[in-house]
């Protein structure tokens, strides 16, 4: 097995051709306002994007604008009835109900910026901690999910490991400024259309001719 790293100049070049294959690339789960946005992220934990905006769906079609108060006057039993359709619906439930209430209770109403503060949230790890602070604020962040960490070590910009957080920061070190926001939306699009764990359809990659195909 090829268990070389990219280098810098390799690395911006991989992003470079990532970001003309998809320029518009972004958070695919569906959301009005921030705190429908952790919602659907804490939602999305071994559950596609797809079947979080379809379970919810209803639901903001209901009520738009549905923020956190909603989610706490709703309750938990009555939330689960809406998200049953979910991997993991009973625990999720809990956790959204009480993220909600720590929402209302400890910052006013508003979706934490800070990591800490957002790590704080029941349900919300530092996975979604980074996506919210990617999504709603603008920061450089990348969330390791299924995709990302399997893409990052396929193609050489992390190690091959377990570890999420040593892909995470390996791929934070290696990724050039000028594509830090997307970064990680640019590695999602890729593992999700393109580098599947199985069967990936390399001789439709853009990264083809780069590509050290490690796993």
């Not at 049953?84 to 109900?97: D, E, F, H």
């Not at 790590?119 to 604020?137: C, D, F, H, I, Q």
């Not at 050039?176 to 640019?186: F, L």
Request: hydrophobic fraction near 40%; include cysteine; charged fraction near 25%.
């Amino acid at each position: 097995m090829n268990k070389k790293r990219l280098t810098q100049t390799e690395a911006t070049r991989v992003f470079d051709l990532l970001a003309k294959a998809w320029p518009d690339a972004h958070c695919e789960l569906e959301y009005s306002n921030p705190f429908q946005l952790v919602l659907a992220v804490l939602l999305s934990a071994q559950a596609t994007d797809k079947s979080v905006n379809k379970a919810l769906q209803p639901l903001y079609e209901n009520d738009p604008q549905f923020d956190a108060p909603d989610l706490v006057r709703m309750g938990e039993k009555s939330f689960l009835k809406w998200i049953k359709s979910i991997g993991l619906a009973n625990t999720k439930a809990k956790n959204a109900v009480g993220m909600a209430k720590r929402i209302c209770d400890v910052f006013e109403g508003k979706v934490p910026h800070s990591q800490e503060d957002l790590e704080s949230l029941p349900g919300v790890g530092r996975k979604t901690a980074n996506v919210v602070r990617n999504v709603l604020y603008g920061e450089a962040t990348m969330p390791v999910d299924t995709h990302v960490g399997r893409v990052a070590q396929r193609i050489g910009l992390s190690e091959i490991t377990s570890n999420l957080k040593v892909i995470e920061e390996q791929v934070l070190n290696i990724m050039p400024k000028k594509h830090a926001v997307r970064a990680h939306h640019y590695l999602i699009f890729l593992g999700r259309y393109i580098c599947m764990a199985r069967n990936p359809q390399c001789d439709n990659c853009v990264l083809a001719k780069v590509c050290m195909r490690r796993l």
